[in-house]
């Protein structure tokens, strides 16, 4: 099993305090109540991650909440491993969780995504996310200036 980094708590917290912010700035959704006793508890311990096994469940519904948010898949479609590259080049995923990725738990994606963003040397990451920046650059560039309302 998969541990969860403090950093998808805390994303998922974020996710929960914009979804359901306190009414008076005391009180806490019972989704954030049971995030933030999770993030409190790791807090204390010293702990980077929390194993998957034994999360609360009112925590562990909270997260998945969260995580069903984000893009399941790092994969841009460029696959190298399908040439017989060990590793992606397109996404960073190594041959085996590229065939797994179905298979494999919220926690173990996380903890893939993580370790390729933190590696940061996949084409997600460099080549291909700075064409698809300058690409809406360009459009946002070439949009028509909005009516005047004067006249």
Request: net charge negative; charged share 25%.
């Amino acid at each position: 099993m998969a541990a969860i980094h403090i950093t998808d708590i805390e994303a998922a917290i974020n996710y929960w305090r914009e979804r359901k912010p306190s009414p008076d700035g005391i009180t806490l959704a019972p989704e954030l109540r049971a995030l933030a006793e999770v993030y409190a508890l790791m807090v204390f311990h010293h702990e980077d991650e929390v194993d998957e096994v034994g999360f609360p469940a009112k925590a562990w519904a909270a997260w998945l909440a969260w995580y069903q948010t984000t893009p399941d898949t790092p994969c841009i479609a460029i696959c190298s491993t399908s040439q017989g590259d060990d590793q992606c080049k397109g996404c960073g995923r190594s041959f085996d969780e590229v065939q797994h990725w179905p298979a494999m738990t919220p926690a173990e994606k996380r903890s893939t995504w993580r370790r390729i963003t933190m590696q940061d040397t996949a084409w997600r990451f460099n080549k291909y996310a700075e064409r698809a920046r300058e690409a809406s650059q360009v459009r946002a560039d070439e949009a028509p200036p909005p009516p005047d309302p004067a006249g």
